[in-house]
């Protein structure tokens, strides 16, 4: 059978709802609704293992990654998200697997490839979508590695470092919206781009450090006011709105990071002492 032009690109979508990287993924999707479909399977979980020797210092038992074989055969990695193609016959291509979240925001859009430049969120504009790449790249290391230092770092010093950073990465991520003069997005006009996915899911999930570390970003100071208008606008969007896991269940799931019994690449890595994004897949095995 030959695809037709028109055919909608179709992905088998491997994630996890809890997770803040997939979460980018589905954000870009939902963004894209009616111009790519796609199906959603849940491909990591947790399972708990005993903590014979008390080792997280809790008294809880280890909670580790469980995973699909399938995100384990087309990933090497093995993380969330994961993308994988599907033909016009329902065939899935799996040796074009995409995964890295950042990458997998660009692929979505690439394959939606939106007529109108509004709906895109990599900018055609070649000096736009180098910046947006650059503020991409900034925000998941000043923005988003640091929540898991803040949650996983069991020194109270080392936390506040953490978080303090985060919140430094966030006023710069404030002063460049400002620029763009409305706060609707990081490039104003209404419109989302990939630096915007890039931040929000890790944006929405703040609100944990208030429970678990006594933390609040703080919003009313002048240097977040930009960003505190930029959150409002993001998060009232329909698309987005779709996407959000629900706040006390994800609450409930974060515990095991604020405790030390999350067993993970990403916990892992944070516990020897490295950002999250700085994952590396022999080191941080479990």
Known sequence: MSPSKNAVPKL????AWFCPYAHRATIALEHHAGRVDYEWVEALGWEQREDEKNVTGTGKEWWYHWKADELKRVNPSALVPTLIPIDQDGNR???????ESLITIDYVDAIANPAAE???????????????????????????????????????KEQKENFDKLVTGLKAFSREIEKNGDGRGFLGGGRLSNTDVAIMPWAFRYYIFEHYRGYAIPVDEAELHAYKEWFDFVFSLESVKRTLPDKDKYLEHIGKYADSSARSKV????????????????????
């Open 12 to 15: 088998r979508y491997l994630s």
């Open 93 to 99: 291509n799996e040796e074009k697997s995409v995964y």
């Open 118 to 156: 509004e709906h895109r969120l990599v900018p055609s504009d070649p000096y736009l979508a180098a910046k947006c790449r650059y503020w991409a790249d900034k925000v998941n290391r000043d923005c988003c590695s640091p929540y898991y230092g803040v949650l996983v770092r069991t020194d109270k």
């Open 267 to 286: 916990a892992n890595a944070v516990r020897r002492g490295v950002a999250a994004h700085e994952i590396e897949d022999e080191k941080d095995t479990y």
